[in-house]
Structures are given as C-alpha cells and as structure tokens.
C-alpha cells in the first residue's frame, strides 16, 4: 500500500526524535539510502537505524524498495512530496528547509 498523506499524529512522533529527524536530513538529498549506510554516516548501529527507519515508513513520512534481501532495502522521501526548495509535504504536514 501507498499512502500519499502521513497521518498528523504519526507523522509528528516520528519525526520527535533526534535521530530521526537527522534521517529525514539525509534524505532530503532525495536520493535512495540503505539503513547500513545510514547507521555509518550518523554513527550508530544499524539495528537502532532499522528500527528507526521502520517508525518513519510505517507513519508515512518515508517509503521503502525492497532489494534482493533485507540488508539491499532503500529508504527515500517519496519524490513527488519533496520541492525543490527542500520543504517536505507530507499531505496533512508541510516541513520547511529539510536540506541543511
């Protein structure tokens, strides 16, 4: 299932984290990130990431592509609610300045 609107209150608690909220920084690239390389950049481990990257797909705020197996799965801002001038439009939520 596709969900093209977060639901506000899910939308905000997974965004009340500061890990989280430096993930959805790295996104805003609006490239495709695996949770590996994820957990290198901030410098945790992958597990917690995981974790934290299936909070934010589950509340709408990401979206995910499965690979070959479970370690090649891509996380991403879904495309269409990223603008160029790095705001996040998340349907019911708008974020300004993603990209720092």
């Known amino acids: 299932m596709i969900r ?3 639901v506000p209150v899910q939308a905000f608690k997974a ?3 500061e890990v989280r909220w430096q993930i959805l920084q790295m996104l805003g690239d609006g490239l495709e990130h695996s949770a590996s ?3 290198a950049i901030l410098k945790r481990d992958i597990d917690g990431v995981a974790k934290h990257l299936r909070l934010m797909r589950s509340a709408g705020v990401i979206m995910s592509q499965k690979g070959e197996d479970r370690r090649f ?6 495309r269409e609610a990223l603008g160029a001038d790095g705001s996040l439009d998340l349907g019911t939520v708008l974020i300004r300045n ?3």
Not at 73 to 78: A, G, K, Q
Request: hydrophobic share 40%; charged share 45%.
């Open 4 to 6: 093209r609107r977060a």
């Open 73 to 78: 799965e891509m996380y991403r801002l879904r």
């Open 37 to 39: 390389e994820i957990a």
């Open 98 to 100: 993603v990209r720092e």
């Open 15 to 17: 965004l009340g984290s």
